[in-house]
């Protein structure tokens, strides 16, 4: 009898502890221009102490990615995460992850886990202000209706809007950016071309001097 209660107790003790508890399996794959990403470094924030203005942010955990790109890990209950993507001389990109207010009878649920298809890493253009891609650019968090984790609507159309626009900003400034190299090489094609005519000008004196001598030299030996 006492076996039974002994063993009993366990299991009643293992049912309150899976419930207190889960994962949520997070999968996605960074690349540059369509390709996988190679020296990719995952930081992960904890959201209440991140200030997206500061480069002291406490860093939780550190990632290297392989070169296959694949970010592959699983994310904590009740935490609230910034995920921040980069690579060196490279735009960063951020996301945040939220599993907190789950309520208590999904907490036993396995989480199939959420996967996000790519995210892309690019180089900045001069020019082009990307304070924006300091905040995070799409929001995954709990779903009531769907008793699942999915992306915050409002958050992600309002993070959309701001990078097309974006998006517009660098198209003008890559119009901007030709017209000044186009400048900037004329301006250089000018000075070299100056170059040029100062050089030959000299040359064309040089020779003149040399002409006017040897044509006094052999006057002079005429005369003599």
Same mark, same amino acid.
């Given at each position: 009898?006492?076996?039974?209660?002994?063993c009993?107790f366990?299991? #009643?003790?293992? /049912?309150?502890?899976?419930q207190?508890?889960? $994962?949520?399996? #997070?999968?996605?794959?960074?690349?540059?221009?369509?390709?996988?990403?190679? @020296?990719?470094?995952?930081?992960? +924030?904890?959201?209440?102490?991140f /200030?997206v203005?500061?480069?002291?942010?406490?860093?939780?955990?550190?990632? +290297? !990615?392989?070169? @296959?790109?694949?970010? /592959? =890990?699983?994310?904590p209950?009740?935490?609230?995460?910034?995920?921040?993507?980069?690579?060196? @001389?490279?735009?960063?990109?951020? =996301?945040?992850?939220?599993?907190?207010?789950?309520?208590?009878?999904?907490?036993?649920?396995?989480?199939?886990?959420?996967?996000? %298809?790519? #995210?892309?890493?690019?180089?900045?253009?001069?020019?082009?202000?990307?304070?924006?891609? /300091?905040?995070?650019?799409?929001?995954?968090? #709990?779903? +009531?209706d769907? %008793?699942? =984790?999915?992306?915050?609507?409002?958050?992600?159309?309002?993070?959309?809007?701001?990078?097309?626009?974006?998006k *517009?900003?660098?198209?003008?400034? !890559?119009?901007?950016?030709?017209?000044? @190299?186009?400048?900037?090489?004329?301006?250089? *094609?000018? &000075?070299s071309?100056?170059?040029?005519?100062?050089?030959l000008?000299?040359?064309?004196?040089?020779?003149?001097?040399?002409?006017?001598?040897?044509?006094? +030299?052999?006057?002079? $030996?005429?005369? &003599?």
């Amino acid at each position: 009898m006492k076996i039974i209660l002994i063993c009993l107790f366990f299991v #009643f003790v293992s /049912n309150i502890y899976s419930q207190d508890k889960f $994962t949520l399996p #997070f999968k996605s794959k960074i690349v540059t221009n369509d390709k996988p990403c190679k @020296d990719a470094v995952v930081n992960i +924030y904890d959201a209440e102490d991140f /200030n997206v203005d500061a480069d002291t942010n406490k860093i939780i955990q550190t990632i +290297y !990615l392989k070169s @296959d790109g694949i970010l /592959n =890990f699983e994310i904590p209950s009740d935490v609230s995460y910034i995920i921040e993507l980069t690579k060196k @001389d490279y735009i960063h990109k951020r =996301f945040m992850i939220n599993t907190t207010g789950v309520p208590k009878e999904n907490w036993d649920d396995n989480f199939a886990g959420f996967n996000v %298809e790519s #995210f892309e890493l690019f180089k900045p253009i001069k020019g082009v202000n990307y304070q924006l891609f /300091n905040y995070p650019l799409i929001l995954i968090e #709990f779903d +009531y209706d769907t %008793e699942n =984790f999915y992306y915050n609507e409002g958050y992600s159309n309002l993070a959309l809007a701001a990078i097309i626009n974006l998006k *517009d900003n660098e198209m003008k400034q !890559l119009n901007i950016n030709k017209q000044s @190299d186009l400048v900037k090489k004329l301006s250089s *094609d000018v &000075n070299s071309y100056k170059n040029i005519i100062i050089m030959l000008s000299i040359s064309l004196v040089i020779i003149c001097i040399v002409s006017i001598v040897l044509i006094m +030299y052999y006057k002079k $030996t005429n005369i &003599n």
